[in-house]
C-alpha cells in the first residue's frame, strides 16, 4: 500500500524557516517523480514544486521560487521541502504528492494527508 | 505561470451530462498533451480522474471523459449521480518542470 506521511509542519513567524518531510513507502521511490502540492482551506490546490526521479529535473511555482528548495534522497525514501524568508501567503496543508511516472507527468496518483504551516507573527 | 480559467460552478440533475472547460494559454494546455483532473471532496486529498488529458486511471468510471482542443481542455461526466458533486481542478504542465493548477469548478447535483 502506497503511503506518504508528511511531517515538519507548525507555526512559524514571517521571515523565519521550516523544513518539510515526506516518508514515502509501498512503492519503489527513485521510480517516481515527487511534487509539493498546498492548499489553503476552502481554496484550490496551488503547486509549489516537483523533483525528477534523480534529481535531474527540478520546477518551481513564481510565488516560492527563490525561496524554496526541494530535494530528495531516495536511499532514505524521502522527500524535502526547505522554505526559506517565508510569508504570511504561505500559510497551507502541504501535501507530498506522487507522480505516476519517473519524470514530471502531472499524473498525481496518491496524495498524504498533508501538514499544516501557518505563517504569522 | 498564471492559473488555469474554469468556471466557478456547474450544475446538472442526475442523469444528465456537464462539461467542465479549462482555458489556458499557448505555454501551457496548447503546448502539451499533459492535462489532468482532480476530483475533491470536502475535508479529503484530490484524486485523480483524467491524465494525458483524455486517459482514465484503473478505478475511474467510464462516465468521465476528458477532450482538448486548442488551449482548452474539458471534463464531461455523463449520466450525473449525487456522488459526483464536488469540486474539481483540472492541472496543466507549463514547461520547465513547472505545474499550474486551475482555480476550480463547483459541482452541484441538483
Known amino acids: 500500500e502506497v503511503q506518504l506521511v508528511e511531517s515538519g509542519g507548525g507555526l512559524v513567524q514571517p521571515g523565519r524557516s521550516l523544513r518539510l518531510f515526506c516518508a514515502a513507502s509501498?512503492?519503489?521511490?527513485?521510480?517516481?517523480?515527487m511534487h509539493w502540492v498546498r492548499q489553503v482551506p476552502g481554496k484550490g490546490p496551488e503547486w509549489v514544486s516537483g523533483?525528477?526521479?534523480?534529481?535531474?529535473?527540478?520546477g518551481y511555482a513564481d510565488s516560492v521560487k527563490g525561496r524554496f528548495t526541494i530535494s530528495r534522497d531516495n536511499a532514505k525514501n524521502s522527500l524535502y521541502l526547505q522554505m526559506d524568508s517565508l510569508r504570511v501567503e504561505d500559510t497551507a496543508l502541504y501535501y507530498c504528492?506522487?507522480?505516476?511516472?519517473?519524470?514530471?507527468?502531472?499524473?498525481?496518483?496518491?496524495w498524504g494527508q498533508g501538514t499544516l504551516v501557518t505563517v504569522s507573527s | 505561470q498564471s492559473a488555469l480559467t474554469q468556471p466557478a460552478s456547474v450544475s446538472g440533475s442526475p442523469g444528465q451530462s456537464i462539461t467542465i472547460s479549462c482555458t489556458g494559454t499557448s505555454s501551457d494546455v496548447g503546448s502539451y498533451n499533459l492535462v489532468s483532473w482532480y476530483q475533491q471532496h470536502p475535508g479529503k486529498a484530490p484524486r485523480l480522474m483524467i491524465y494525458e488529458g483524455t486517459k482514465r486511471p484503473s478505478g475511474v468510471s467510464n462516465r468521465f471523459s476528458g477532450s482538448k482542443s486548442g488551449n482548452t481542455a474539458s471534463l464531461t461526466i455523463s449520466g450525473l449521480q449525487a456522488e459526483d458533486e464536488a469540486d474539481y481542478y483540472c492541472?496543466?504542465?507549463?514547461?520547465?518542470?513547472?505545474?499550474?493548477f486551475g482555480g476550480g469548478t463547483k459541482l452541484t447535483v441538483l
Open positions: 504528492v506522487k507522480d505516476s511516472r519517473a519524470v514530471i507527468t502531472i499524473q498525481f496518483n496518491y
Open positions: 523533483i525528477s526521479w534523480n534529481s535531474g529535473s527540478i
Open positions: 509501498g512503492f519503489t521511490f527513485d521510480d517516481h517523480a
Open positions: 492541472c496543466s504542465y507549463a514547461g520547465s518542470s513547472t505545474v499550474v
